[in-house]
């Protein structure tokens, strides 16, 4: 997976939301934000579930994501390859404050 980072993976993520939602930062609580949990993930929070946040990015994009694309861009981890959810949950979360303060 090119080797990206969880902050990398995040960073990547929050760009395309910018492109798709613009204000997506002001939908996130970060104190409940856990990438884990499907419906306390920034998809979710942004979009009132994960499968929805996914559809709607699809749609911008005009194709769907596939489980690495997904990893890629910070909406889903995978432990054993070093994305914890733990690291993508802090980088997300410091993505949407960069854009709220």
Do not use: S
Request: charged share 20%; hydrophobic share 45%.
């Amino acid at each position: 997976m090119a080797n990206l980072t969880v902050t990398e993976c995040a960073a990547k993520g929050a760009a395309l939301l910018d492109q798709v939602h613009p204000e997506w930062a002001h939908k996130v609580y970060t104190e409940t934000l856990d990438i884990y949990e499907v419906d306390d993930c920034v998809l979710a929070q942004v979009f009132g579930g994960y499968l929805e946040g996914l559809d709607a990015i699809g749609d911008f994009l005009g194709w769907h994501f596939t489980n690495l694309a997904q990893m890629q861009y910070g909406f889903d981890g995978n432990e054993g390859l070093g994305y914890t959810f733990t690291g993508l949950t802090e980088a997300w979360a410091a993505e949407a404050d960069k854009r709220r303060f």
